[in-house]
């Protein structure tokens, strides 16, 4: 359990930590193509690939922005700024925005609800929502990467530690590549042929920055099982 909780812990930190950097979406400045500028358009956006992937009538979404301060911490909850889930007082799929960040962060978070309404997609996110199963996935990336290298002769066993941490990671990561995917779509949907190279670079930075959490909690794990190899 301790393993668990702590793994949980280290996933959670480091993504909001390298979210902030990466993804820009914390800025109290409006950005040269501000969210708030093409709302209407990204939804439109939105209905069309969901339709294009086979959801009849596209799920109504109920949209919270919010402006961070401009002190804000870099360990705060960035959540209020960028992320998706479920209205529990309405029941419809909810988003929130910084509305004076980068649109594409907005099309990222759209692209989410789209996969939440695709058989596949939605199997993806309750296995990711799954609070159990997220903290012993946590655990898992932490301690096995770990085992395994302490149980495989010798020290040239880095490969083995983060392709399992990565298998533990993965209802996040692919969860993320989809989102990413729809993202492009809808901008093209909505007009805006596709990111241009900073947008992809931001969506970019945001999915390495889950790509690491595996990585160095299998390069720590790797170490310390080389220690008792």
Request: charge should be neutral; avoid cysteine.
């Amino acid at each position: 359990m301790i393993a668990e909780t702590a793994g949980a812990g280290l996933l959670n930190a480091l993504v909001r930590r390298f979210n902030k950097a990466g993804v820009s979406n914390t800025r109290h400045n409006p950005d040269r193509r501000a969210a708030k500028r093409s709302m209407g358009r990204m939804y439109d956006g939105y209905e069309s690939v969901a339709k294009q992937q086979g959801v009849s009538k596209p799920a109504a979404i109920d949209l919270q922005q919010n402006v961070p301060p401009s002190d804000l911490g870099m360990m705060e909850d960035l959540k209020p700024y960028a992320s998706n889930g479920v209205n529990t007082d309405t029941g419809n799929y909810a988003i929130r925005i910084n509305p004076e960040a980068d649109e594409v962060n907005l099309a990222h978070e759209l692209g989410h609800i789209v996969s939440r309404q695709t058989p596949i997609g939605n199997t993806v996110r309750t296995l990711r929502d799954n609070p159990k199963l997220s903290a012993a996935l946590g655990g898992a990336m932490l301690t096995v990467p770990g085992l395994a290298a302490a149980m495989e002769a010798g020290d040239d066993d880095m490969d083995t530690s983060i392709a399992l941490a990565l298998a533990a990671s993965a209802p996040t990561l692919v969860d993320e590549a989809a989102a990413t995917i729809n993202a492009n779509s809808i901008m093209n949907k909505a007009g805006k042929r596709g990111m241009d190279g900073r947008q992809g670079r931001r969506l970019a930075g945001g999915y390495l920055s889950y790509l690491a959490t595996p990585i160095l909690a299998a390069t720590a794990g790797n170490f310390v099982g080389n220690q008792l190899d």
